[in-house]
């Protein structure tokens, strides 16, 4: 029970991390296409500023969880994806210092560099995340001691491109989403007209991954075996349909709303079909690393379950508080994050 009930929580704190970093990793991106001058860089780094950091606390807490809860799987997977990891770790680490030093020395050189780090080390991210769990979803060669039996290029097959392809796109458009809603002018006017511009090929590449997804991973058995779980894909669907409708009614909050249930409604399709696996083997289902057979003893489930009653409200509550004082629109006039 209490394997199944981490199982859950593994899927919540994933789902989490995507929508909230999402949109953050995608308006760094996105940052190129968007800022004309200074003062727009500013205003796209004060968007963000107040909560980046809090969101990539949910990343630190789902390895956190998998390296307690499940800690064969977490060896695996961390053995397996050794060089992805690092390359994610190392943009990550990039990203926060850009984040910081930018502002440090008054020189449009060095502020340059800063940003066209920053921007790299915001895409990376997607494109790795998405690749990684695409492959996750299909299997990977691992053998009876959770040993990878391929290399780097091993994950960069049709599927594992597609859901990289698949995160990109997501994350994109809820980072263009954030900017319209979060800006005035210009700058809003163009994040805006890029979301739209976006969202035609998300739901391509998203039918596409859902359809590829029946050939390629074993997602949908469990969707066959209990017909109840499709209201996780719909979900997905409906946040996706949703908005492209807010969009159209000049709702940007509501847009951005609808793409993060997009987000977390797709995590969910794939947690949901992977269980109960987390870190499956294509050379022999026996050899998969499942919520049962990589799990921790059940003293330390249970102790990590009655940290996280209590901490994980106090956690979203913060996060809820802080969303809640930066709440209001971010002017050429007023930036306030350097």
Known sequence: MLETIWFILWGVLWAVYFMLD?????????????????????????????????NEVWLLTAGGATFAAFPDAYAAMFSAMYTPLMLLLFAIIIRGIAFEYRGKVDGAGWRARWDGLFTVASALPMLLFGVAFANIF????????????????TYLNPYGLLGGALFVLLFLVHGALWGA????????????SLAAKLWPALLVIAVAFLGASWFATPLYANYLA?????????????????????????????????????????????????????????????????????ASTGATLGVMLAVALVMVPIVIG??????RLFSGKITRESPAYE
């Open 22 to 54: 999402g949109f953050d990793l995608g308006l760094g991106s996105l940052m190129p296409f968007l800022a004309k001058d200074e003062t727009d860089r500013r205003v796209i780094y004060s968007a963000m500023g107040p909560f980046w950091n809090g």
């Open 181 to 192: 809603w979060r800006t005035e002018g210009g700058l809003h006017e163009r994040a805006a």
């Open 318 to 323: 913060y996060q809820f508080w802080v969303y």
């Open 138 to 153: 299909a299997g990977v060669p691992i053998d009876r001691e959770g040993v990878f039996q391929g290399n780097l290029l």
């Open 226 to 294: 209990m017909p109840v779980l499709w209201v996780l894909p719909v979900l997905a669907v409906v946040g996706l349909v949703g908005t492209r409708v807010a969009m159209a009614r000049g709702s940007w909050g509501g847009a951005w709303g609808f793409s993060a249930l997009t987000i977390v409604g797709a995590t969910f399709f794939g947690v949901a079909g992977l269980f109960p696996n987390i870190f499956p083997s294509s050379l022999d289902p026996a050899f998969s690393k499942t919520a049962f057979n990589a």
